[in-house]
């Protein structure tokens, strides 16, 4: 007898300059998907992960708000630790993505891009920035949550941490526009309503989960 093979879930990733929204709405957009009849399961996932070993050396690294370099992790080094932070989370991402679960992951390889590129010293060209990620699975889709920077360093806690600076905000919005893949990205307006923008989110996560069957997982940048 034929056994049916479930289909894969659907890997959801959010992206966004620091205060755009996107922990808010990935934890409202799982509720949503799990909140609908039906077999949708989605679960969350977010990069950096603080709580592996590669994660505390990040946190360390990101709390120290100064934003100078001082006696702290190199450019290059830390961009290697928040690749490394998502490539070891690989096996659990595939395993839960075949079992037919859709996760929604707060950040991931574009941020790693867009924030080391955006510092703008040699050595971290695009090109350099994209290798190292390069072979993790690809996103079914990309929410851009797209917002002026001034509008977002307006918002509550904006400061706290590195790379919390509007100049610095401004020049990683300019580089996640620059590597954003029109075939799979959705630039969303992240000024509207937490619930508009939310509605507006599963509409088009579930139209994403919808197209997700028999699509073979695929690397990302390869
Ligand atoms: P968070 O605010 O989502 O916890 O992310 C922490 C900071 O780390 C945020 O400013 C973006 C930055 N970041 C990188 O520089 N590279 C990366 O690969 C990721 C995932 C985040
Ligand atoms: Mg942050």
């Given at each position: 007898?034929?056994?049916?093979?479930?289909?894969?879930?659907?890997?959801?990733?959010?992206?966004?300059?620091?205060?755009?929204g996107?922990?808010t709405q990935a934890a409202s957009l799982v509720a949503r998907l799990?909140?609908?009849?039906?077999?949708?399961?989605?679960?969350?996932?977010?990069?950096?992960?603080?709580?592996?070993?590669?994660?505390?050396?990040?946190?360390?690294?990101?709390?120290?708000?100064?934003?100078?370099?001082?006696?702290?992790?190199?450019?290059?080094?830390?961009?290697?630790?928040?690749?490394?932070?998502?490539?070891?989370?690989?096996?659990?991402?595939?395993?839960?993505?075949?079992?037919?679960?859709?996760?929604?992951?707060?950040?991931?390889?574009?941020?790693?891009?867009?924030?080391?590129?955006?510092?703008?010293?040699?050595?971290?060209?695009?090109?350099?920035?994209?290798?190292?990620?390069?072979?993790?699975?690809?996103?079914?889709?990309?929410f851009?949550l797209?917002?002026?920077?001034?509008?977002?360093?307006?918002?509550?806690?904006?400061?706290?941490?590195?790379?919390?600076?509007?100049?610095?905000?401004?020049?990683?919005?300019?580089?996640?526009?620059?590597?954003?893949?029109?075939?799979?990205?959705?630039?969303l307006?992240a000024?509207q309503s937490k619930d508009a923008l939310g509605e507006e989110m599963l509409h088009l996560a579930?139209?994403?989960?919808?197209?997700?069957?028999?699509?073979?997982?695929?690397?990302?940048?390869?």
């Open positions: 007898t034929l056994v049916a093979t479930p289909r894969r879930g659907t890997l959801i990733v959010i992206e966004g300059v620091d205060r755009s996107k922990s799990n909140a609908l009849s039906g077999a949708v399961t989605a679960v969350s996932m977010r990069f950096p992960d603080r709580t592996t070993q590669t994660g505390k050396l990040i946190d360390a690294y990101l709390t120290q708000k100064d934003g100078t370099d001082g006696d702290s992790i190199d450019d290059r080094t830390i961009h290697l630790l928040f690749a490394a932070n998502r490539a070891e989370a690989m096996v659990q991402l595939r395993k839960t993505l075949m079992t037919g679960t859709s996760v929604v992951v707060d950040r991931y390889a574009f941020s790693g891009v867009a924030y080391t590129h955006a510092k703008g010293a040699a050595g971290l060209d695009i090109e350099w920035c994209m290798a190292v990620d390069a072979g993790i699975i690809r996103p079914d889709v990309v851009f797209d917002i002026p920077t001034d509008v977002a360093a307006s918002r509550g806690e904006f400061g706290q941490e590195r790379y919390e600076r509007q100049d610095f905000q401004e020049k990683v919005r300019t580089a996640f526009l620059d590597i954003a893949d029109k075939a799979y990205w959705k630039i307006d000024r579930v139209t994403e989960i919808l197209k997700t069957e028999n699509k073979p997982l695929q690397p990302l940048w390869q």
